[in-house]
């Protein structure tokens, strides 16, 4: 292990080496005092790395990071100011939790001390008020570990071990609060190890008769069936299931997709679910095998057969940070799926009959083809309807679509009609749906992956819960051009669909009247991305869309300006 020896003048200086040191590309969020100071140390000292992202609000900060993470892999540092920052970023933690993102939530803390003389001591007035007994407390529940720096001598110890829980699977977030007179405290050199020999992140193999039961029960099933979310968290972790779906025939369902699992031009592919969908596969299946996904099913609409075999892998399958998860499993495969995927492949091929596997695969291409027709006639159906139809609107965003292009989607796109081209080329809402998260998560992965277009597709609510001039302005300040694509139809979609779930008889229903559902009248969000020089653009008209999204894109990639397409719609 080798010691390495820095000047600086303060602890907030040390902090950064150590994160620099760590390989942190980006502090991203609103910074303070002394690590304003140390980043301007780095820049005077020609230091790169963290690079500071001004964010003019916490939870753009955060989806930023998680961006940055889903695109890169790498956990960046995410920094809020205080009790009133740590509140606005406490939804976009927990999404962060729910989708097991990594990253370093750095906190600014009033001083512990008022004394005369000592350096970061309080002496404004909002450090009183500002100061709560538990400041963590606000986000305990969503972080997967929380302390307070004390003392300088705990730096590095403390930087150590807020990366390796934050990497641990599950993955997820941690929090630590900084003093302000800790932080501020003078010090004149920091000596710390160039690698931690802290290396505990580790793949986790599933357990070998437990492997063997479940390669048992696909393949002797007749109807099996594979339902995923995450998967595709790691884009490699998609080749292994092409392998068992292709050992047996199995069909792939993906419920709420996050990541892009599985190759949709696959005869495998049954298509996807969103939101309060059901698939009809799921209660016609003998055997389910439940893949990085929290909820398969909805047991209020979906009753499962008895003789139904229901394997759940994760390397957390109870997702043991629920209150409540209550899903048959009658083989449990607690490992990593990116390994454990071919050898269930592996397991069930040993077992199969490969006459029967050619049958079924020649079934499924036949439906896959059927239903692929079937998509794509409703949506040209709508391609003389005003408003414009979501399918529609979507498929002519598909055309958007390549190998270098990234999707960030906050519900309105419709996977049927725009399927990600390929692994790492998707990224959709946590579960969690804290609304406000795609805006920031598409900046951040612009800002990993900046040779990438990016284009980021939001509901019109979506679009006004993400804080909307604060991403603006962070796209325009640090050279983030991106396309956003808004869907306005003016209503709350998902809520109206509850309320006709729960209430079917109801008033709402009878009289088609849903209060504070609407979002009426609607705004020009075009004329937003004009305020900071971007390009803004309404459609209304479906012969018009195809034009105005190539223009709005070509506007980003040859100018490298932010653009914004309004498409009045409707479903």
């Known amino acids: 292990m080798t010691i390495k020896t820095v000047e600086v003048e303060t602890v907030g200086q040390a902090l950064m080496e150590v994160f620099r040191e760590r390989g942190v590309d980006c502090i991203i969020g609103n910074a303070f005092t002394s690590i304003i100071d140390a980043l301007a140390k780095f820049e005077a000292d020609g230091k790169t790395t963290p690079r500071p992202v001004m964010t003019p609000h916490e939870q753009t900060a955060i989806a930023m990071a998680h961006g940055y993470y889903a695109v890169t892999g790498k956990p960046q ?35 512990l001390t008022d004394d005369p003389g000592t350096p970061g001591a309080k002496d404004i007035h909002v450090q009183w008020a500002q100061e709560s007994f538990d400041q963590a407390g606000m986000v305990r529940e969503y972080v997967k570990w929380d302390y307070e720096l004390r003392h300088p001598a705990q730096l590095e110890t403390v930087i150590d071990r807020a990366l390796e829980v934050a990497l641990e699977e599950p993955c997820g977030p941690v929090f630590l609060s900084l003093p302000r007179d800790v932080i501020a405290q003078p010090l004149s050199e920091f000596l710390f190890s160039t690698a931690p020999r802290r290396k505990g992140s ?19 099933a007749k109807r099996p069936l594979i339902v995923t979310s995450e998967l595709g968290k790691k884009p490699t972790s998609v080749d292994g299931l092409v392998e ?13 997709p996050v990541y892009s699992n599985f190759p ?21 299946a003998d055997a389910l095998l439940v893949v990085d996904c929290d909820v398969p099913w909805f047991p209020a609409r979906v009753k499962l057969p008895e003789q139904t075999k229901v394997i759940h892998l994760a390397t957390d399958p109870f997702f043991s940070r629920y209150p409540s998860h209550d899903f048959r499993c009658d083989v449990p495969l607690a490992a990593d799926p990116e390994v454990s995927l071919p050898l269930l492949a592996k397991e ?6 490969n006459e029967d ?11 896959h083809k059927a239903e692929r027709a079937a998509w794509e006639k409703s949506a040209r159906s709508e391609a003389e309807r005003t408003p414009i139809g979501f399918q529609y609107a979507s498929r002519c965003i598909a055309g958007l679509l390549g190998a270098d292009t990234i999707l960030v989607n906050e519900y309105p796109l419709d996977l049927r009609h725009a399927p990600p081209p390929a692994a790492g080329t998707y990224f ?7 609304l406000g998260w795609g805006f920031g998560a598409a900046l951040g992965a612009k800002l990993g992956a900046p040779d990438k277009t990016v284009i980021v597709t939001l509901g019109d609510g979506s679009y006004i819960f993400n804080v909307p001039t604060a991403c603006h302005q962070v796209a325009a300040a ?11 139809n003016g209503a709350w979609d998902e809520v109206s669909n509850s309320t006709r779930n729960v209430h079917p008889d109801g008033t709402a229903v009878s009289t088609d009247n849903f209060p504070m559902v609407g979002m009426g009248p609607s705004p020009k969000f075009e004329e937003i991305a004009r305020a900071f020089d971007g390009y803004g653009e309404s459609v209304e008209k479906p012969e018009d869309l195809p034009t105005a999204l190539k223009r709005a894109l070509d506007i980003v990639q040859n100018e490298k300006r932010q653009a914004l397409v309004n498409i009045i719609c409707q479903r």
């Open 77 to 111: 540092v995410a920094i809020v100011y205080s009790t009133p920052g740590t509140a606005n970023a406490a939804g976009a933690i927990m999404n962060a939790s729910r989708a097991h993102i990594p990253m370093v939530v750095l906190a600014a803390r009033s001083a």
């Open 202 to 220: 580790s793949r986790r193999y599933p357990n070998p008769s437990q492997l063997a039961a479940a390669a048992s029960i696909l393949a002797h």
């Open 244 to 256: 068992l779906a292709d050992a047996a025939a199995i069909e792939v369902v993906e419920a709420s």
């Open 264 to 284: 949709a031009n696959h005869p495998c592919h049954a298509g996807y679910v969103f939101g309060s969908q059901v698939h009809p596969g799921i209660a016609e």
């Open 348 to 353: 069930v091929r040993q077992r199969t009959n």
């Open 357 to 367: 596997v050619k049958m079924r695969f020649k079934g499924l291409a036949a439906r």
């Open 428 to 434: 959709g809402a946590s579960h969690s749906a804290g």
């Open 478 to 488: 640090s050279g983030l051009p991106l396309l956003t694509i808004v869907f306005n």
